[in-house]
């Protein structure tokens, strides 16, 4: 029996079988069209396709990880910046992710390079460094709202780096040096101002208790006389003795 002339059928069923049986993973579905009309999203699993009459375009419905490219930004107070941030985004409607727009992985760069210069433009210097949180998070309502339309969700944006002109950084390392100065010489006048509070606390109290001074004064005679190597021997005498010595010789 002779294969060759099935040959050619048998190639066009292989053909007809490979358009008709698709199989989908877990995480993708399957936009389908009818003679060119869209008319249902299947999968994931087993479809089967009519050959010739239905279309597939697959779709994948992971979390897609972005990077949005160093951007030339001007801030609003005119100081030059290069900012870059990545994007995390899913297809959350099959199809209008095929229908709506013609490469949605391509729309959402594009989209996400131009609302991070406009955002960023929007804030001064100091906002941007110490307000990173608030521009994230109005980056992610702005694509968000601009993605939607393409069945597309923005779940987070984050600015990654912001790097500044070498003038700015000096300029930036001068001020915060002048800070920590001031915040030193701040400190050390607090530490100036409570130890002369202490010794006038402690002078009224010694000059308001005699009793308290002869008790100072036996105690730096001891601490004189106890060091190791010590050979001088003090005799305390009551202090209202030597102030009567004093007295009498006026």
């Avoid at 992985?105 to 460094?129: H, K, N, P, W, Y």
């Amino acid at each position: 029996m002779h294969i060759a002339p099935f040959l050619p059928f048998v190639i066009l069923l292989l053909i007809l079988l490979f358009n008709t049986i698709k199989i989908l993973k877990e995480y993708e579905r399957g936009v389908i069209f009818f003679l060119g009309r869209f008319t249902a999203v299947r999968g994931p699993g087993l479809i089967l396709l009519i050959p010739g009459l239905e279309k597939m375009h697959k779709v994948d419905l992971r979390t897609v990880t972005m990077d949005i490219p160093s951007q030339d930004i001007i801030s609003k107070d005119n100081v030059t910046l290069k900012v870059n941030g990545v994007v995390y985004f899913r297809v959350e409607d099959p199809e209008k992710s095929v229908v709506a727009v013609e490469n949605y992985l391509a729309a959402t760069a594009q989209i996400a390079q131009t609302t991070l210069r406009s955002v960023i433009g929007q804030f001064e210097l100091d906002e941007i460094l110490s307000m990173r949180d608030q521009i994230n998070a109005r980056l992610q309502s702005i694509l968000d709202e601009h993605t939607e339309p393409w069945g597309i969700k923005v779940s987070t944006v984050e600015v990654k780096a912001i790097d500044l002109p070498i003038e700015m950084q000096r300029a930036m390392a001068k001020q915060a040096e002048a800070e920590r100065d001031k915040r030193a010489k701040v400190i050390s006048a607090q530490g100036e101002f409570d130890a002369a509070l202490k010794l006038s606390e402690a002078a009224k109290v010694l000059n308001e208790s005699p009793n308290a001074i002869t008790l100072r004064y036996l105690d730096t005679m001891k601490e004189i006389s106890s060091g190791e190597g010590k050979s001088t021997t003090f005799f305390p005498l009551p202090v209202d003795f030597l102030t009567n010595i004093m007295g009498n010789n006026k």
